[in-house]
């Protein structure tokens, strides 16, 4: 097992914590020196809150711990690629790498709908990885979703019933 797998796997553990609460199952750790000093998941319709992505959770927590906004020497693994605020968030705070399980083709800002990480018109670039697990990753997601479709259809069907 890669270095790179080993702290995907991680970030899938936040995942399933996302999963437990009925939110989408996004994992995010951050890594400084082969340690894990951040962790997040999705929490936000628990939080009621747009911006509990778990990838904003994390840098705020790695901000902290880091004692610093700029994490250069810190890795960003995150299960599904971000969306434009989390990957506008990775690039303003100067992250210095990023690893991404699965791609998401309909929102994804990390190189599918655009790339935010790899600009060149900003003054930061953040080198990044697609792919690390990418099919446990999407695995989850899809399963989720799945979930989630079929008790809608029980739900609608429980309500037509009740009519």
């Known amino acids: 097992m890669t270095e790179d797998e080993k702290f ?3 970030a899938l553990r936040q995942a ?10 996004i994992g ?7 340690k894990i000093i951040a962790r997040g998941y999705n ?3 628990t939080d009621k809150n747009t911006l509990a992505h778990a990838e904003m959770i994390a840098i705020r927590k790695a901000s902290k711990r880091y004692g610093d906004w700029r994490l250069e020497d810190c890795t960003l693994y995150v299960t599904l690629e971000p969306c434009q605020m989390c990957a506008g968030a990775i690039v303003q705070c100067r992250m210095g790498r990023v690893v991404i399980g699965a791609m998401n083709p309909k929102a994804g800002c990390a190189g599918s709908v655009l790339n935010l990480l790899q ?5 930061h670039q953040v080198p990044t990885d697609r792919g690390v697990l990418g099919e446990v990753c ?11 479709r079929a008790r809608k259809r029980l739900e609608k069907q429980r309500d037509t019933a009740e009519s």
């Open 28 to 34: 995010c750790v951050i890594v400084h020196d082969g």
């Open 16 to 25: 399933k914590k996302a999963m437990r609460l009925d939110e989408v199952p």
């Open 8 to 10: 995907m796997k991680e």
């Open 119 to 123: 600009m060149e018109a900003f003054n």
């Open 138 to 148: 999407s695995e989850m997601l899809s399963d989720y979703f799945r979930g989630l």
């Open 43 to 45: 929490r936000r319709n």
